[in-house]
């Protein structure tokens, strides 16, 4: 007769083995899972950081930037990039999203960004560069 973790096995034993592992698995799911806490999963925020460049990879600073859910088409956040044309984007949920980047006065700057999706708990980084002859005023 073997042993297994879950007691004996005999001939007709397979299948209460099987069944008790199907029984931890569910408990442990249970466990995991229980109170809303695979919703808090979903919760848990990350971050989008990047540079805003020229063409020729030159960082540009001091530009407005617009962190848009593609799902909804609602703007989540709005920042202005350092002088190096870094940014960090924190506690943004899960989603798809692309970047659109604006002169301090509200002009659009045309830019090449690609659509993006966040996944929880994860950073992203997302380069925009501005279209060739673009200067933001």
């Not at 397979?14 to 466990?31: D, R």
């Not at 703007?75 to 202005?80: I, Q």
């Not at 604006?102 to 966040?118: A, H, K, N, Q, W």
Request: net charge negative.
């Amino acid at each position: 007769m073997a042993v297994s973790w879950f007691g004996p096995i005999d001939n007709g034993g397979n299948v209460n083995v099987i069944l008790k592992a199907l029984i931890v698995v569910a408990g442990l799911l249970l466990l995991v899972c229980g109170a809303g806490s695979c919703d808090k999963i979903k919760q848990i925020k990350g971050m989008v950081s990047g540079r805003v460049q020229t063409p020729e990879g030159g960082g540009v600073g001091y530009v407005s930037l617009s962190l848009v859910n593609l799902d909804t088409g609602g703007e989540v956040d709005r920042m202005t990039a350092e002088d190096s044309g870094s940014f960090i984007f924190r506690d943004v949920e899960a989603g798809n999203y692309t970047i659109k980047i604006y002169t301090m006065t509200g002009d659009l700057i045309p830019s090449e960004v690609e659509d993006f999706r966040l996944t929880p708990g994860r950073t992203i980084n997302v380069d925009v560069i501005m279209t060739a002859g673009q200067t933001p005023e």
